[in-house]
């Protein structure tokens, strides 16, 4: 079975800083997906980004980006000139084509003015 | 714009009631999923569904069932409801054969047993 883990439970950076999350998993597949939602106050789950693991190229999405490190089983988010807006629950969650996502225990984000 | 709608957002029941949940999907989707989530745990999947009366058990699916006679709605159903099961439920849905980026969740449904 697919574990996902997130050793941070709280986080917090200054606003127009950097910050960056962590996420480990295992697995024994090859071919799978890897991604960080987003999840504010209101409780709706918000996709931020998504990695293939057969692309060595690390995705971004505009002040996000990650840091894969297929080998260490390492998906990392980085977060540049945070935002308030950026205030959430951070999950990192794993795919593999059996049609589920596997969660971790996810990342309480705090940005101080 | 696409929906995963939870008729519930906030539910107060007594331990021993019958509880349904229910979630509508707009979107043709196969797969339906039902979600449970507490802090410091996450998000855990109680059950799943990929099609219309087919269904298979997540990680956590004791004390809970699951119905889907349409395509676009999927019921959780809690037979008897105890406090351990206070919790904030996710429905969400997708495509068969995506690859997982195109899951959509509705808001939550937060259910507290006294």
């Keep these: 079975a697919q574990t996902v883990t997130q050793s941070q439970p709280e986080m917090s950076?200054?606003?127009a800083e950097t910050v960056?999350?962590?996420?480990?998993?295992?697995?024994?597949?090859?071919?799978?997906y890897l991604f960080w939602y987003k999840q504010p106050p209101s409780r709706?789950?918000?996709?931020?980004?998504r990695q293939e693991?057969?692309?060595q190229q690390n995705a971004t999405e505009?002040?996000?980006s990650v840091n894969?490190?297929?080998?260490?089983?390492s998906f990392s988010l980085k977060i540049s000139d945070s935002q308030l807006g950026d205030a959430a629950m951070y999950f990192c969650a794993f795919y593999f084509g059996n049609e589920k996502l596997t969660f971790g225990t996810g990342t309480r984000l705090t940005i101080i003015p | 714009d696409v929906k995963v709608t939870?008729?519930?957002r906030y539910l107060v029941k007594r331990t021993g009631e019958k509880v349904f949940l229910e979630c509508v999907q707009d979107m043709d989707h196969e797969n339906m999923f039902w979600y449970r989530q507490d802090p410091g745990l996450g998000l855990r999947l109680i059950y799943f569904s990929y099609d219309v009366k087919m269904k298979e058990k997540g990680d956590i699916p004791e004390g809970y069932s699951v119905s889907r006679e349409k395509k676009e709605r999927f019921s959780l159903i809690l037979e008897s409801a105890s406090t351990n099961q206070t919790s904030m439920y996710l429905c969400a849905s997708s495509f068969f054969g995506g690859s997982g980026n195109t899951i959509y969740f509705g808001e939550g449904s937060w259910l507290t047993v006294v």
């Excluded at chain 1, 709706?44 to 980004?49: D, G, H, P, T, Y």
């Excluded at chain 1, 894969?68 to 089983?73: D, E, G, L, S």
């Design chain 2, 6 to 8: 939870q008729s519930s």
């Design chain 1, 68 to 73: 894969f490190q297929k080998a260490a089983k």
């Design chain 1, 44 to 49: 709706q789950m918000i996709l931020v980004i």
């Design chain 1, 62 to 64: 505009n002040r996000f």
């Design chain 1, 13 to 15: 950076v200054q606003e």
């Design chain 1, 20 to 32: 960056t999350l962590s996420c480990t998993y295992d697995t024994s597949e090859s071919d799978y």
């Design chain 1, 53 to 55: 693991a057969y692309k």
